[in-house]
């Protein structure tokens, strides 16, 4: 059976402070349960929640992952980046062109993330959070497919993308040219058994679809830190 995508967690400096900032470009509300710690929880169909860890490892370099977040409208898009350059965000420049009418802005940490402009028809069935796009290769692509029982519903010129069957965002791989690996990403995914698994079935499962065990320093954890066949780091928790 495959995996359930519970969480994307962010690691930060402040958590609460960076929860706070995307709670209100999000318009999520944090969790009641203590276990999550300091964690939001959708209100549509993104189907996992974001999840803020402590660290005090500085930032090296762009995000391997980022939230493309939609636009209904011009001035929809444009009232999206005011909310959050007023909450905290600023402009940055990751080498887009000129010519291109999304917008690029960092969080209060410095994790990138893009507005996409209105009529953009990859996300056009999508919400608010359009995608999480990251940086892979058409093999992470695959294996995410198999490990989230996701289907992939874009493969082209190497490049791939996977959405729920119930819907919400996608999740996307632009293909090589891979950026270096540096250190410990600071966003990974935090997966659970599907209900009635096991844990080190699913941790079998995964590695027998090309994960790896890592060891990030994690110490005595409940769960199990793997890397998919890029090298980024994700969790397989107890089921609940």
């Not at 289907?151 to 293909?175: F, M, N």
């Not at 058994?193 to 954890?221: F, K, Y």
Request: aromatic residues 8%; negative net charge.
């Amino acid at each position: 059976m495959a995996a359930d995508l519970v969480a994307l967690s962010v690691d930060a400096h402040d958590p609460e402070a960076l929860a706070r900032f995307w709670a209100g470009v999000l318009g999520w509300q944090p969790a009641d349960d203590p276990p999550d710690g300091t964690t939001l929880v959708p209100d549509d169909d993104t189907g996992f929640r974001l999840r803020f860890l402590p660290t005090s490892e500085p930032k090296t370099g762009q995000n391997q992952m980022h939230f493309d977040l939609t636009s209904s409208s011009l001035e929809d898009q444009q009232q999206t980046v005011a909310r959050a350059l007023e909450l905290g965000a600023r402009h940055i420049d990751v080498g887009q062109r000129p010519e291109e009418e999304h917008v690029v802005l960092a969080d209060p940490e410095g994790n990138e993330f893009c507005v996409i402009e209105p009529g953009n028809g990859f996300l056009a069935d999508c919400g608010f959070v359009g995608a999480i796009a990251g940086d892979g290769t058409q093999a992470v692509g695959y294996f995410w497919s198999e490990a989230l029982g996701w289907p992939l519903v874009w493969d082209q010129d190497e490049e791939t993308a996977v959405r729920s069957p119930h819907g919400g965002p996608k999740i996307t791989w632009g293909g090589p040219p891979v950026a270096p690996k540096k250190g410990k990403n600071r966003l990974h995914f935090d997966l659970e058994p599907a209900a009635g698994g096991d844990l080190q079935e699913e941790v079998d499962r995964l590695v027998a679809l090309g994960a790896s065990r890592t060891d990030i320093g994690q110490g005595e954890v409940p769960g199990v830190v793997l890397a998919d066949p890029d090298g980024n780091e994700f969790c397989v928790l107890p089921p609940r």
